[in-house]
């Protein structure tokens, strides 16, 4: 089993920056892939980003790209989310996922473990 623990949510004027980290426990894996999604109230899960655990490639959703990146460090066994050029409209509790297939994807039910959320809210 593995445990994903999120910290980094908090408050944070518009056209700010805020760095989410996620750090895995328990069963650890090489070869799967890492996401972060978001759900604003009375919306439904949203894919945000996804990198492979053993590095290379990334993928982001439209609505972030060029503002957030994803990245992990394997000797820290921590992945994170720095977002910049925060807005409003980024306003959601924020999920990390594990995958333990390598195959990328924005599908929240493509992947086995999940974390508890952490809240980022952007005041304008």
């Known amino acids: 089993q593995v445990q994903l623990v999120e910290s980094g949510g908090g408050l944070v004027q518009a056209g700010g920056s805020r760095t989410l980290t996620c750090t895995p426990s328990?069963?650890?894996?090489?070869?799967?892939?890492m996401a972060w999604f978001r759900q604003a109230p009375g919306l439904e899960r949203e894919f945000v980003a996804v990198?492979?655990?053993?590095?290379?490639?990334?993928n982001y959703a439209d609505s972030v790209k060029g503002r957030f990146t994803i990245s992990r460090d394997s000797a820290k066994n921590t992945l994170y989310l720095q977002m910049n050029s925060l807005k409003p409209e980024d306003t959601a509790v924020y999920y990390c996922?594990?995958?333990?297939?390598?195959?990328?994807?924005?599908?929240?039910?493509?992947?086995?473990?999940w974390g508890q959320g952490t809240q980022v809210t952007v005041s304008s």
């Open positions: 996922a594990a995958r333990r297939e390598y195959s990328f994807s924005q599908k929240s039910g493509d992947y086995d473990y």
């Open positions: 328990g069963r650890t894996f090489s070869n799967g892939i």
């Open positions: 990198v492979a655990w053993s590095g290379g490639p990334t």
